[in-house]
């Protein structure tokens, strides 16, 4: 669908990215586009201007719009003297990661531990069950651990988790050295989960 030519050449592109990719994160094209607009835009825009901006109908817009506050992606923001709603992107790229990681773990990654607790109660019937069963827990301790750290990492102030990620080779290294001073071999256990 062919983007509004009064946006700058390079917003368009972004934006016609933003939509193409939003298949692959589980929401539609449309959707994508208004929240890269969003995200592009210097202040918050009401329904009728990002229709216009990305040539879509009003109603394919206010259907967007309900789908990103429900991933409380866009903020409500009200301009004095008027009475129409405005949408904007939360400016803080790190309040946005963390927003959207919390979303898809209370969508996607709770539900699959809720479902591997319940396999754990089970009593295993035979030996394929009880094999089964052992690659469930195997699986419940990995997402566990990760959504322990994921805990830790949402602590963080955006400044720390930058520099955390900085380090990210860093810390590989130590833990290599570390690893080869106690004796413990990493390669071996970095194929298990």
């Not at 506050?69 to 803080?92: C, I, K, S, T």
Request: with cysteine.
């Amino acid at each position: 669908m062919p983007l509004n030519d009064q946006l700058p050449a390079l917003n368009r592109e972004f934006i016609a990215h933003f939509g193409e990719m939003g298949s692959r994160w589980g929401i539609n094209r449309t959707v994508g586009q208004i929240y890269a607009l969003l995200f592009l835009s210097p202040k918050p825009l009401c329904a009728d201007e990002i229709a216009e901006s990305l040539e879509f109908s009003r109603s394919n817009v206010s259907m967007g719009l309900k789908e990103l506050q429900a991933w409380r992606l866009v903020r409500l923001r009200h301009v004095p003297g008027d009475r129409r709603e405005y949408f904007g992107a939360p400016d803080d790229v790190w309040e946005i990661f963390r927003v959207l990681a919390e979303e898809r773990r209370r969508r996607e990654v709770e539900p699959t531990l809720t479902m591997l607790r319940s396999a754990l109660q089970e009593t295993p019937a035979t030996d394929d069950e009880r094999h089964a069963q052992e690659r469930m827990r195997q699986m419940h301790e990995f997402i566990s651990r990760l959504m322990t750290w994921f805990d830790e990492v949402q602590k963080l102030s955006p400044e720390t988790a930058v520099q955390l990620m900085s380090m990210g080779s860093m810390v590989t290294r130590v833990l290599e050295v570390k690893d080869r001073l106690t004796g413990r071999n990493t390669k071996k256990q970095s194929s298990t989960p």
